[in-house]
């Protein structure tokens, strides 16, 4: 990084000590600028997508963030993330992660989207009480177990192009969840739980290019309590 690059990072960095939200987005940087950390205190918004970042310093310093975007960069793990009391939106799409952290003290999340990452198992993210959007979309999720989907909060779950061939009954007992998306996988007509169709809150169910046909889902038991949802939340929108 020449000093001219140094020069406009330790800018915005200043000026970010003022206005609480720093854009780094595509400047290259193959490390986390060391100077961000002078500001850790005040800064609500970060960025720093589009970068080449394989490694985060701990952000324990970052009490106020509240949005943190790093799509786009080389990192294979979150753990130096925790704790962030106050975040509710965090993006790391098109990265190396190999596993969802737990979040244990980010207690306002609001949104994780880690799609397009090298994750293997579904986290298990109860224990976060305004979760409303989890994208998963394009990782290597395999199945939904039992025990790590059941009282989960989100109103949205993207599930699409992952490797999925089962999904546990208990997400039919996730009380928000409205919109369910799990296209591109692996689930024969068997694993689609009866209790998800018959039972569930989900009014938008996305089940196109797994190994099984449309006609041979609608003859499915539960299929018409499922779409009598779907048409009611259509009324609605209209």
Same mark, same amino acid.
């Given at each position: 990084?020449?000093?001219?690059? =140094?020069?406009?990072?330790?800018?915005?960095?200043?000026?970010?000590?003022?206005?609480?939200?720093?854009? /780094?987005?595509?400047?290259?940087?193959?490390?986390?600028?060391?100077?961000?950390? =002078?500001?850790?205190?005040?800064? $609500? =918004?970060?960025?720093?997508? =589009?970068?080449?970042?394989?490694?985060?310093?701990?952000?324990?310093? +970052?009490?106020?963030?509240?949005?943190?975007? /790093?799509?786009?960069?080389?990192?294979?793990?979150?753990?130096?993330?925790?704790?962030?009391?106050?975040?509710?939106? *965090?993006?790391?799409?098109?990265?190396?992660?190999?596993?969802?952290?737990?979040?244990?003290?980010?207690?306002?999340?609001?949104?994780?989207? /880690?799609? +397009?990452?090298?994750?293997?198992? +579904?986290?298990?993210?109860?224990?976060?009480?305004?979760?409303?959007?989890?994208?998963?979309?394009?990782?290597?999720?395999?199945?939904?177990?039992?025990?790590?989907?059941?009282?989960?909060?989100?109103?949205?779950?993207?599930?699409?192009?992952?490797?999925?061939?089962?999904?546990?009954?208990?997400?039919?007992?996730?009380?928000?969840?409205?919109?369910?998306?799990?296209?591109?996988?692996?689930?024969?007509?068997?694993?689609?739980?009866?209790?998800?169709?018959?039972?569930?809150? *989900?009014?938008?169910?996305?089940?196109?290019?797994? /190994? +099984?046909?449309?006609?041979?889902?609608?003859?499915?038991?539960?299929?018409?309590?499922?779409?009598? $949802?779907?048409?009611?939340?259509?009324?609605?929108?209209?």
């Amino acid at each position: 990084m020449g000093n001219t690059s =140094s020069g406009k990072i330790k800018d915005h960095v200043s000026t970010a000590g003022k206005t609480g939200a720093l854009n /780094l987005a595509d400047r290259k940087l193959n490390s986390f600028p060391s100077d961000v950390l =002078s500001v850790a205190g005040t800064i $609500r =918004s970060l960025d720093l997508s =589009s970068n080449k970042l394989k490694s985060l310093p701990s952000f324990e310093k +970052f009490q106020e963030l509240k949005q943190l975007n /790093l799509d786009r960069n080389r990192l294979e793990s979150l753990g130096s993330l925790l704790p962030l009391p106050k975040l509710e939106s *965090v993006s790391v799409s098109e990265n190396q992660i190999t596993a969802c952290p737990s979040f244990t003290s980010s207690l306002n999340l609001k949104e994780i989207h /880690l799609p +397009f990452n090298q994750i293997q198992t +579904f986290p298990s993210l109860s224990h976060l009480p305004k979760l409303a959007v989890l994208n998963l979309k394009g990782n290597r999720i395999e199945s939904i177990p039992d025990g790590v989907i059941g009282g989960l909060q989100a109103e949205e779950i993207n599930l699409d192009n992952n490797k999925l061939c089962s999904i546990s009954s208990e997400i039919a007992t996730c009380p928000r969840l409205k919109t369910l998306r799990l296209q591109e996988n692996v689930l024969s007509l068997s694993a689609i739980p009866r209790a998800l169709l018959e039972e569930s809150s *989900v009014s938008l169910l996305t089940l196109e290019g797994n /190994l +099984f046909n449309s006609k041979d889902l609608e003859e499915s038991p539960g299929y018409a309590k499922y779409m009598d $949802r779907y048409t009611a939340t259509k009324k609605k929108m209209a």
